[in-house]
């Protein structure tokens, strides 16, 4: 099993920035691709942005390219997403996502294919 935990979420205003963090469980961290996802009330969950196990590879949502930038820092367990230039329309659930047994993430992932999820942290971003 592997447990995900965020942090970092918070109120801020249009045109400010904030940092995630997701902290994940297990020693083989290194070897799980990870991707960040985000939720509205009343809307489906969309991808966000996706890092290979290196961190060599990175993919992201065309509504925050940019913008956010997502990092992970295997010594440490954690993956990262600096969001900057935020906008009302980036409010949402953010959560972090680990997919184990899939290929490392080398290749754009399907939402289906991350196995384990945290429970999520807010982002408000006030106009």
């Known amino acids: 099993q592997v447990h995900l935990v965020e942090s970092g979420g918070g109120l801020v205003q249009a045109g400010g920035s904030l940092r995630l963090s997701c902290a994940a469980s297990?020693?083989?961290?290194?070897?799980?691709?990870m991707g960040w996802f985000r939720q509205a009330p009343g809307k489906e969950r969309e991808f966000v942005a996706q890092i290979s196990g290196s961190g060599r590879t990175t993919y992201y949502a065309d509504s925050v390219k940019g913008r956010f930038s997502i990092s992970r820092d295997n010594a440490k367990n954690t993956v990262f997403l600096q969001m900057n230039s935020l906008k009302p329309e980036d409010t949402a659930a953010y959560y972090c996502a680990a997919d184990e047994m899939g290929n490392s993430g080398t290749y754009y992932l399907q939402e289906y294919e991350y196995d384990y999820w945290g429970q999520g942290t807010q982002v408000t971003v006030s106009s």
């Open positions: 297990g020693r083989t961290f290194s070897r799980y691709a």
